[in-house]
């Protein structure tokens, strides 16, 4: 059974500084990993998409990678701004398209 | 240009009623999905249907009953609310399975009383 790990749940850190954002996965047989962010009250946007046989992916400011064989991803968040307080979840696609998700890790970026 | 949309956004009713979600998506995808999100922010598959057929049903109580009338439509249906219901429904979609891109829409809160 898949499982997915965010440690820690919560991280603050003052604005401008560059972070990274751990996610661990216990079975490497995924097809894809996606990091998505949440608002309070809100749905989930999808930040980056990672496929199983791509290393990393990136947009503007975030960097992802993943590392299949160790069960590995982590989101670099580069010159963070209090914009990006949110809370991340990483999740991993397995047979049938599911989605296993970690629990988040709340970032609060202090101006 | 909304591209998954749920309704109502909040649901707010007593306990053995029953109640629907809806769901659309317009990104012309063929595989939909429904999520709990629970109150300690644990998001966890329920149900998936590509092309109108039901491909995952994880364990769910009898009482849920999803039903895609057509691929840009997957509602939910909840008979006997209970308590433990309440928590936010997420609907999302992609264009297949496996390594296709799921894009969720805005969640509806359900409380129970």
């Known amino acids: 059974k898949q499982e997915v790990t965010q440690i820690p749940a919560a991280l603050s850190v003052p604005e401008g500084e560059n972070l990274v954002l751990n996610c661990s996965f216990t079975d490497s047989a995924i097809y894809n990993l996606q990091w998505f962010r949440q608002d309070p009250g809100k749905g989930l946007t999808s930040l980056l998409l990672i496929q199983s046989s791509q290393r990393e992916q990136t947009s503007g400011r975030l960097n992802a990678s993943l590392d299949k064989s160790s069960g590995r991803s982590t989101l670099y968040i580069a010159a963070s701004q209090p914009g990006d307080s949110a809370t991340y979840l990483c999740a991993v696609s397995g047979a049938n398209s599911k989605l296993t998700f970690g629990k988040g890790i709340t970032l609060s970026v202090r101006p | 240009d909304t591209a998954v949309s749920q309704t109502p956004k909040y649901l707010v009713t007593q306990m053995g009623n029953d109640k629907s979600i809806k769901c659309e998506q317009n990104?012309?995808?063929?595989?939909m999905y429904w999520y709990k999100q629970d109150s300690k922010k644990f998001l966890k598959i329920m149900f998936s249907?590509?092309?109108?057929?039901?491909?995952i049903n994880e364990t769910v109580p009898n009482r849920f009953s999803p039903k895609s009338p057509d691929k840009a439509h997957l509602n939910l249906h909840i008979n006997s609310l209970e308590l433990g219901d309440s928590a936010v429904y997420f609907c999302a979609s992609s264009h297949g399975g496996g390594v296709a891109e799921q894009f969720f829409g805005p969640g509806t809160r359900l409380t129970v009383l």
């Open positions: 249907y590509n092309n109108k057929e039901l491909i």
């Open positions: 990104l012309g995808h063929d595989t």
